[in-house]
C-alpha cells in the first residue's frame, strides 16, 4: 500500500478550480491498494494502482491544480486532515476499509456505490465465495460474525446508500435489497429515464439538501465492457463513456465529495488471459484516470 497527497490550489490566470469545497480542504489522499485476495479469479486488479500512477495520475491531477506532499495513512489520517481520500483499487472489497474510514469521521455520510455488482452477499449466501461480493453486507451489519473481521460493526443505515448501474444482482442479493428498502437504480432505469435524472434521484433518495458528505465507490465494471473490457468481472450492456463520467461530474458539482475509491482496474497475466491485451488494458487505464479528473472537476468546457 502507498500513500500521496496532493494540494489544489486556484490558478490565478484560468482561475480552473471555482468549486467549494464543504467538508474538505483542497488537497486529496491518494491511497493505492494493490490487493486482489477478495476474489478468486486471477484477474490482475491488484497491478491497477501501480498502472494508473504510471499513466500519470500524479501529472493529471496537478493539471487540475493538484500539488504533492507525501503522506503515510489511509482512509481516516486523510480525512481527519480535511483531505479527499482517493483510494485506487484492487478489488472492490477494499471498499470495507474505505467506507469504514468515511463513516469513523463522518458519520452522517452517505456512500453512492456505482457498480454492475450489488456486493451486499453474506458469507452465507454468496454462491462465489468471493469476498468482493460481501463489503456491503459487512458495513450494514448484516454479514454475521466472521472471524478477522470483528473490528466491523454495523456503521452503515440502509438509507445511506444508493446503487447506480446494477445489472448482474443475484437473486439473494435482491431480497436483501427489497428487505431493507435500499435504493437501487440498475440500468433498466439508466435506459428509461437518462443519466442526468438517475443521478438526481440517487442523490434525492440519500443526500435530498445536499449537505452530508458523500463516499464515490466506483468500480469500472459498471462500464460496459466495450468501454472498460480489463476489469475483474465485466457484464455486457453497462453505462458508456459518457455515463460513466456524468455521474462523477455531477458529484463533484454538489461540493459533498470527502471519498472517492475507483475500483476493479484489472492488469491481467498475458498467460492466464490471453484475450486482453495492452490495447484493453490502456483504455481501461485511461477511462479510470478520466474518471478520477472528473471527480476533481475536470469539465468539458
Known amino acids: 500500500m502507498y500513500f500521496f497527497e496532493r494540494e489544489l490550489f486556484e490558478n490565478p490566470v484560468t482561475n480552473s478550480i471555482k468549486m467549494a469545497y464543504k ?53 481516516e489520517s486523510h480525512l481527519k486532515r480535511k483531505q479527499v481520500a482517493l483510494t485506487l483499487g484492487g478489488d472492490h472489497s477494499l471498499a470495507l476499509g474505505t467506507v469504514s474510514g468515511t463513516l469513523s469521521v463522518y458519520p452522517d455520510a452517505c456512500l453512492i456505490w456505482v457498480d454492475a455488482h450489488a456486493d451486499i452477499n453474506t458469507p452465507e449466501t454468496t454462491k462465489s465465495g468471493n469476498l468482493h461480493g460481501c463489503p456491503v453486507s459487512f458495513l450494514l451489519g448484516i454479514a454475521g460474525k466472521v472471524p478477522g473481521f470483528e473490528w466491523i460493526n454495523k456503521i452503515l443505515s440502509p438509507d445511506r446508500i444508493v446503487y447506480i448501474g446494477l445489472r448482474d444482482v443475484e437473486a439473494s442479493e435482491k431480497k436483501i435489497l427489497k428487505q431493507l428498502g435500499i435504493k437501487a437504480f440498475s440500468m433498466h432505469e439508466v435506459d428509461k429515464y437518462g443519466i442526468g435524472k438517475v443521478v438526481e434521484m440517487a442523490l434525492d433518495a440519500v443526500n435530498p439538501k445536499r449537505d452530508l458528505p458523500i463516499h464515490l465507490s466506483f468500480d469500472v465494471d459498471a462500464l460496459d465492457p466495450t468501454v472498460a473490457p480489463s476489469t475483474g468481472t465485466p457484464v455486457r450492456g453497462g453505462l458508456t463513456f459518457r455515463e460513466g463520467h456524468y455521474i462523477c461530474e455531477a458529484i463533484h458539482d454538489t461540493g459533498c ?45
Open 23 to 75: 467538508f474538505v480542504e483542497k488537497k486529496v489522499g491518494i491511497i493505492g491498494c494493490p490487493f486482489n485476495g477478495g476474489q478468486h479469479r486471477n484477474m490482475g486488479v491488484e497491478r491497477g494502482p501501480k498502472r494508473l500512477m504510471e499513466y500519470g495520475l500524479i501529472e493529471q491531477l496537478e493539471e487540475l491544480e493538484w500539488v504533492a506532499e507525501t503522506v503515510s495513512k489511509a482512509v
Open 257 to 301: 465529495v470527502v471519498a472517492v475509491d475507483i475500483m476493479e482496474v484489472a492488469i491481467p497475466d498475458p498467460e492466464i488471459f490471453p484475450d486482453i491485451d495492452e490495447t484493453q488494458i490502456f483504455a481501461t487505464v485511461t477511462v479510470g484516470l478520466s474518471l478520477i479528473r472528473c471527480c476533481f472537476g475536470e469539465t468539458l468546457l
